[in-house]
């Protein structure tokens, strides 16, 4: 009885240590096993800028009408952009919800010029291999850049009379197509080199202007930061006022 | 074997302390933790759970723990914007980046509980703000009075983070408030109406979101046109009188304008205070070159002042600052006869005379034996009552000095001698004697000291030597006639030597009538 048990007991241990030994060995066959995390990078961001007239704006979305512009897709690291696709979408809301047009595909959308409301894109839909997608809001800026028409007071080559107590009046006129949409025009006056942030004015008086000639010019920038300023506008001084008493 | 164990149990269930080992509750102590901050270096005083600072400004933070620091914990420390900052109690430092930081301390105790408490920091420089880039520029003349003006300056925050307020105040020449207003531009147009030939004022103080005010500010001034090319003269005269002495006298000025023909095209009265500044305008004239004299009408000590002006059409000149200046100090006289040395009385009189703003006590020192008696005094009228009633008694002449300063300054000192009250010993005062009379000549010793006299003096004819007597007793007389007497005005002296050598005299007059006394 002794004896047997000894035996059994022999038994199971050589059972054990093949299976012990063969178990890693399925293990390491079954499993796939994948490359270290380090090595691994993913996606850090995705960006969208748009090029017009060799100019590159990312930060605004900003484009004029006139022309046509490009959207571009920025992908980092950029080894990844060719496994993504990409839909330009225009997105309009409705009472009941929205309704959703697909204006292109690929990394880049041109936007023809006079482009109408629905050519310009509002969203772009980024897909995987695996068909995970982002979904990514764009607030593209159609802007019209203001236009400094002139100044009106004084104008060039204008003799001003008074001393350097008087004041002189400083009058300038410009134009933006959309003021109408709720742009509104700043103005510097640069007399002489000073500039003067004036805000929304058009019109002040100044005085302090010794005799002699001087030098005025408006700068106007609209609500998108493009700007716009005329040459600037010699003018003269001329002191009859000391001499009439 | 079981019943040892047992005893074994009863006896190490008895020597055990395990009921202090019991959670009681009410032998608990609550942990409350407190963050304070203080700018002060004295931060005992000041404590506060928020505050404003510059970015160099140094702060102390303070850890309150109740009911001590020693109490059992893990850790503490301080987190800045939820980063590990610091772990100490308490410490000074400052934070140099701009906007709002949340300061956090963070206690964690014994069993692991987390207390902490927040502080809230704004930290930024104040903005800055152009104070000479400005429209209308400060001295613009000729605006039209009908037309809306445009208002214009330039400012900016140094760290591009905090929207900048502007207070914006327009006033008048005689302060009255147009506007006063908060704006979020740097601009504005004002569109009433100004007054013609008027001046106006304009200040702007710029503020960032966390009241941080900057240190310039704006203070412009501007002139509108008259009608039809007319011009106007403004300006300021101030009197000398003192800053800090209020004076309830007005003093009367005449200003005249003079054009350069000679005539007064206007002459205007002010009446104000004599020690501040007088304010003038000329109604609408003519553009030209101007002389403005200034003078005071009733206080003749004020000299006048006077400047040329040229004014050019349609402008509100500001001229230059007439100065109206007491240059003459007081006067001061005694009552009786403007005598210098003077008998003591029970009160002394003096005339203490100004042309400019009437005296008042504090204006006037007296001293007398070198001791000051100015809270005893009081003046009516010019007139200078100086009591003497306390005065102790004295054998010799003391000093009595007044000192007067007008409210410009000026200021005249006079010393008078006051005659002594007691003497060393009594004799004639001055009297008059007529023909055919006799005087009894006497004299007695009353020195305070106990001095023995030696002789008794009698200087009558003015002659090198007196009658002399020698002193057998304190009192000594004798009778002369009038015939003694040969001048009308006589001088006699009296007096008395001591033994110890010393020699008084006193002065007295004897008038000679060469007429008989009438009856």
Known sequence: ??????????????????????????????????????????????????????????????????????????????QYKDDLSFEWIFERNIVNGHVTETLGTGDKYVIPPAAKEASIPTHLIIRDPLGSEMKISLDIAVNTPPHMDSLLSPTAGDTLYGSTSTAFE????????????????????????????????????????????????????????DLDSIAPQEFYVLDTLEGSL | MKRALLILAFLIASCSDSDDFIFDQAEQTE?????????????INRKGKADTIHPRDTLTFIAEIDPSRSIRMQKYYWTLDGHRWASEFSFRTNIAEPGHHKIALVLIDYFGDTLSDTLNVWVGNPPVLNDSLIIPLTGTQGLSPDEALSFAWNAYDPDSIYDIRY???????????????????????????????????WQVSAYNEIGMKAQQTIDGTFHTKGIKDESCIIGEIQTSGHKNRHSSEKIKIQVSFIDTSGKAVMTDTLAGATNGTLEYKTNPI???????????????????????????????????????????????????DNADTLDLGDTLLFHVEDNGDNLSPEDISVTFDSKSIDGTISLKNDTLVVPMTGAPHSTTFRLLTLSATDLSGNESKRSFYVKPDRFWFECNADTTIYEGEVLRLHVEDTNPYGFEPDSFYFDIFTTDQPITIHATNPYVSFLVTSGAFSETTNHVRTGVRYTNGIIKWREWNVTRSFTTRSK
């Open chain 2, 31 to 43: 942990i409350s933790i407190s963050a304070m901050l203080s700018t002060e270096l004295d931060s």
């Open chain 2, 167 to 201: 207070h914006f105040t327009l006033s008048n020449r005689s302060n009255d408030t147009l506007l006063d207003t908060t704006l979020s531009n740097s601009y504005l147009v004002y569109k009433k109406p100004f007054q013609p030939l008027e001046t106006y004022h």
């Open chain 1, 170 to 225: 400083f009058r300038w006129q410009a134009s933006d197509k959309d003021t109408e949409l709720g742009d509104k025009l700043n103005y510097t006056l640069v007399i002489d080199g000073m500039r003067y942030n004036l805000g929304t004015l058009n019109h002040i008086r100044q005085s302090g202007f010794a005799p002699g000639p001087h030098s005025a010019y408006v700068i106007v920038t609209d609500s998108y930061g």
């Open chain 1, 1 to 78: 009885m002794y004896h047997k048990r000894q035996h059994g007991r022999t038994s199971f241990g050589i059972v054990t240590a093949i299976a012990l030994a063969i178990l890693p060995f399925l293990f390491c066959s079954c499993l796939d096993i994948p490359s270290t995390p380090e090595n691994r990078r993913e996606i850090e961001h995705i960006s969208v800028y748009v090029m017009q007239d060799g100019i590159l704006d990312s930060s605004l979305l900003k484009i004029h009408p006139s022309d046509s512009a490009t959207l571009k897709v920025n992908v980092f690291p950029r």
């Open chain 2, 286 to 336: 003519p553009a030209g070159t101007y002389k403005v004299v200034a003078s005071s009408i009733d206080f003749s000590d004020y000299l006048g002042d006077s400047t040329t002006v040229k004014v050019l059409p349609s402008e509100v000149i500001q001229a230059k600052s007439l100065f109206l200046a007491d240059m003459i100090p007081p006067t001061i006289s005694s009552v009786k």
